[in-house]
C-alpha cells in the first residue's frame, strides 16, 4: 500500500478490506490484461484508489451514477465501495475491459453495481442517471458530448481532471451552452488525504439549445 492505512481507512472506511482484494486484483490480472500499466501497480493507492474514493464528497448521497470509458473500474468501483448507498452503472465499451469489470463485481459481490458495455452515445434515450461521472477519458467538451446527455433532469456531469481543469472548463465552455448546461465550476476533494486535492467539474444539465451529434467515444 503506498499511503498510509491510516489514509486508506479515511477514504474507504468499513470497506476498505474490498477496496484491498480491488487493488490485488488491478495489480495482477489488471496488468497482465493490459488494463493498468506496470508503473502503476506501485502506486495504485495513491493515484487510482484513494483518489478516485476521497471524491465521493461532490456526489449525492444515493442516486443512481453512471461511470462513462469507466476502463479498470476507476473511479465507479472506488465510488461504490466509498459510498455503497449509490448504484454504479460501469460503461465500458471494450470486450476485455467489460469482462474484467464484470469479475471484478462478481468478486466483490458488489450488488450496487452493474456492467453496461456500450457506447455512451448509444445509450441516449436508453436511459438517465442522477450523475455521470467519467475519469481521464477525453477533452472536457467532448466529455461534456458524450456525458450530458445520459444526465437527468437537474442532475450533473462530474468530471475527475488534474490541474488543467480551470483551462479545460473556461476552453470547453461554448460547448457547454450549446449543449445546454446551466452552470459550472471546478471544485477540489480529498484536501488532507491526497496531496494534491482531486479537481472535479461540476457541469449541471439544461436542455440542449442545438440537437447533439455523435463524436465516437470509448
Known amino acids: 500500500m503506498d499511503v498510509s492505512r491510516e489514509t486508506a481507512e479515511a477514504a474507504f472506511g468499513p470497506a476498505l478490506a474490498l477496496a484491498e482484494r480491488y487493488a490485488e486484483l488491478l495489480r495482477t490480472d489488471g496488468v497482465t490484461r493490459g488494463l493498468i ?6 502506486r ?4 487510482h484508489l484513494v483518489y478516485s474514493a476521497v471524491a465521493v464528497s461532490a456526489f449525492p448521497r444515493t442516486g443512481r451514477v453512471a ?12 465510488l461504490a465501495l ?3 448507498a449509490l448504484q454504479l452503472i460501469l460503461v465500458e465499451p ?3 475491459r467489460a469482462t474484467f469489470l464484470t469479475e471484478v463485481v462478481d468478486r466483490l459481490e ?10 455512451a452515445e448509444d445509450l441516449r434515450g436508453a436511459w438517465t442517471a442522477d450523475v455521470v461521472t467519467s475519469r481521464a477519458v477525453a477533452p472536457l467538451a467532448r466529455l461534456a458530448g458524450w456525458c450530458l446527455p445520459l444526465v437527468a433532469p437537474a442532475g450533473a456531469m462530474l468530471a475527475l481532471k488534474g490541474d488543467r481543469a480551470a483551462a479545460e472548463l473556461a476552453a470547453a465552455e461554448q460547448d457547454l451552452r450549446r449543449l445546454g448546461a446551466t452552470s ?6 480529498g484536501a488532507g488525504l ?4 482531486v479537481r472535479v467539474v461540476r457541469i449541471v444539465a439544461g436542455r440542449p439549445r442545438h440537437p447533439v451529434r455523435g463524436t465516437g467515444s470509448r
Open 194 to 197: 491526497v496531496d494534491p486535492p
Open 44 to 47: 495504485l493507492w495513491r493515484r
Open 37 to 42: 500499466g506496470p508503473r502503476d501497480a506501485d
Open 94 to 96: 471494450l470486450l476485455r
Open 110 to 119: 458488489l450488488g450496487n453495481v452493474e456492467v453496461v458495455r456500450a457506447r
Open 67 to 78: 461511470d462513462i470509458g469507466s476502463g479498470a473500474g476507476l473511479p465507479g468501483i472506488p
Open 184 to 189: 459550472w465550476s471546478v471544485e477540489e476533494h
Open 82 to 84: 466509498a459510498r455503497p
